[in-house]
């Protein structure tokens, strides 16, 4: 099986910092793609947490394309081992193997849905220690390594559809909302690109994330974290899609309505930390 990847970013509005603090990549060839996010807490410290997400990224593709057969823990090891800058940040690295097993590594408040005949079939778990507060990789004390990830393995299928974003995404849209834009763009005769259905979910979550009376998901975290944030969650946005093939292109047609269900090969979330990290 093979992934055809795309994705879209929007940064935060800010003048100073137009890259805003989210990172991401696509290794096509090594069927490999990974987002951070940098803590915006650290700009009251002087310290650019973008930097450091970009860096994390960058040193992920330096590792994906070392190895033979990509496994995303010893990316994330490495990719951290290798960092400089000052900051924190999440991530979220997945890979596709052949035999169709999605593998993936997450730390933080990042995630992928999996989406299986139009509908909902997978969410990951989003680690965090408190409302607003991600497990996050940094150098400084008091920041987390790879050790505190969440490693899963699960089973896909072609036709398959993997939303993988950062919490600019899940803040601001609902897993019903986004189970409809792909039910409306991805079935019969008008397939999205890939990069254009992940294009379409971060332009939905921007305008989400400017309006000021609407219900977010971020609004609903903070009013049972006993907070009130009225409104989207004003945020750097990423989405990466990948749409999930069989190798050869010419039989790559879905099978529409056969009932595959959901198979964790496996999980080592703690069950503590499965309890918590829901509901998005
Ligand atoms: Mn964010």
Redesign the pocket.
């Known amino acids: 099986m093979r992934m055809i990847c795309g994705s879209y970013y929007w940064p935060k509005e800010d003048k100073l910092k137009p890259e805003g603090?989210?990172a991401h990549f696509i290794c096509a060839q090594e069927q490999t793609i990974g987002v951070a996010?940098g803590v915006?807490g650290w700009a009251k410290h002087g310290v650019d947490a973008g930097q450091y997400a970009r860096e994390l990224m960058c040193n992920s593709i330096m590792s994906v394309q070392k190895q033979t057969i990509v496994d995303p823990r010893r990316v994330l090891n490495e990719a951290y081992a290798d960092t400089k800058c000052e900051g924190s940040s999440t991530a979220c690295i997945v890979t596709l193997r052949e035999t169709g097993v999605l593998h993936f590594v997450n730390v933080g408040d990042s995630g992928l849905m999996v989406f299986r005949n139009y509908k909902l079939l997978y969410m990951s778990p989003r680690e965090q220690r408190s409302f607003n507060c991600p497990y996050q990789l940094g150098n400084s004390r008091g920041s987390d390594n790879p050790h505190s990830a969440t490693e899963i393995e699960i089973g896909v299928f072609p036709g398959d559809i993997v939303v993988l974003g950062?919490?600019?995404l899940w803040d601001n849209m609902y897993p019903n909302e986004i189970e409809q834009v792909v039910l409306g763009n991805m079935r019969e005769s008008r397939v999205m690109k890939p990069q254009e259905l992940a294009c379409l979910l971060a332009d939905l979550a921007w305008l989400r994330s400017l309006d000021k009376d609407s219900f977010s998901p971020y609004s609903r975290a903070a009013q049972e974290a006993g907070k009130n944030h009225p409104g989207g969650k004003k945020?750097?946005i990423t989405v990466v899609v990948g749409h999930i093939m069989l190798t050869s292109p010419v039989s790559s047609c879905v099978e529409d309505f056969v009932e595959r269900p959901l198979e964790i090969i496996w999980d080592n979330t703690k069950p503590m930390e499965r309890a918590s990290s829901t509901p998005w």
């Open positions: 603090d989210d996010d915006g950062t919490d600019g945020d750097d």
